[in-house]
C-alpha cells in the first residue's frame, strides 16, 4: 500500500540555525498538506501543496512538492523557539481518490536550544 | 468558539473497562475523522464518516465502534479497553474529504491511559 516517509524522526537545532524535513511517497500525490503539532497540542494545517515543483513560503517557512510530485520538504530558516514541534506530511491515500483519507507520515520532531 | 471539540480531555481507567469519548465539530462540515496517535507521535487514521455515513474503517478492532448521530457529531465508543489501547485519540473534521483535499481541522485530542 501506499507509504508516506518522512525523514529525520527527530532534530535537534540551536536557536537560529535552519531545519529541514523532508517527505518522501511511494505513489504520485495528488497534493501533499503539512501539519504542525506544539508539544502536548493537537495537528494544525499549515500549508496545501497541489502543483508540480511548487514552491510556497510562509514568513521563514519555505515549502516544495517535487516534480515528479512523490516529494515535499519543509524548510524553516533561522529557526526560534516557537518553532518547536512536530511536523507532519500528509497525502492522500492511493493518490487522491480515496474519499478524505490522508496518510501521515511518521512526523519530524524538531526541538530547538536557545 | 472552538471549532471541533472533544471530551473528556484525559480519561484514564482500568483495564476491561467501557468508556466513550464525544466530538462535535461547528464547521458546518461533512466528513469527520478519528485518529489514533501513539506515543512515538505517529498519526493513524481509524474512521471516516460522511454526513452520518462510514467510509473509512480502517481494520480497527470491532471493540471500537463509532457513532454519529449528525454531520457534527462523531462519538467513539470503546469495549473491553486494553493498555494498548493508551494513546491520544483525535478527532477532526474537513469541509467533504473528497479526494484527500480538503484541510482537516483537528480537536484537541483526548489522552486516554488505561491501567
Known amino acids: 500500500g501506499q507509504q508516506v516517509m518522512q525523514i529525520p524522526q527527530y532534530q535537534h537545532v540551536q536557536e537560529g540555525e535552519d531545519f529541514t524535513t523532508y517527505c518522501n511517497s511511494s505513489t504520485t500525490l495528488s497534493n501533499i498538506q503539512w501539519y504542525k503539532q506544539r508539544p502536548g497540542g493537537h495537528p494544525v494545517f499549515l500549508i496545501q501543496?497541489?502543483?508540480?515543483?511548487e514552491v510556497k513560503k510562509q514568513k521563514r517557512l519555505t515549502f516544495q512538492f517535487g516534480e515528479a510530485k512523490k516529494n515535499s520538504s519543509l524548510h524553516i530558516t533561522a529557526t526560534q523557539t516557537t518553532d518547536v514541534g512536530t511536523y507532519f506530511c500528509a497525502g492522500p491515500k492511493n493518490g487522491g481518490t480515496s474519499y478524505g483519507k490522508l496518510t501521515f507520515g511518521q512526523g519530524t520532531i524538531l526541538t530547538v536550544h536557545p | 468558539d472552538t471549532a471541533v471539540s472533544q471530551t473528556p480531555k484525559y480519561l484514564v481507567t482500568q483495564m476491561g473497562n467501557d468508556k466513550s469519548i464525544k466530538c462535535e465539530q461547528n464547521l458546518g462540515h461533512d466528513t469527520m475523522y478519528w485518529y489514533k496517535q501513539d506515543s512515538k507521535k505517529f498519526l493513524k487514521i481509524m474512521f471516516s464518516y460522511n454526513n452520518k455515513e462510514l467510509i473509512i474503517n480502517e481494520t480497527v478492532p470491532n471493540r471500537f465502534s463509532p457513532k454519529s448521530p449528525d454531520k457534527a457529531h462523531l462519538n467513539l465508543h470503546i469495549n473491553s479497553l486494553e493498555l494498548g489501547d493508551s494513546a491520544v485519540y483525535f478527532c477532526?473534521?474537513?469541509?467533504?474529504?473528497?479526494?484527500?483535499?480538503?484541510?482537516?481541522?483537528f480537536g484537541p485530542g483526548t489522552r486516554l491511559t488505561v491501567l
Open positions: 501543496l497541489v502543483k508540480s515543483g
Open positions: 477532526a473534521s474537513s469541509q467533504d474529504g473528497t479526494g484527500g483535499i480538503d484541510t482537516q481541522y
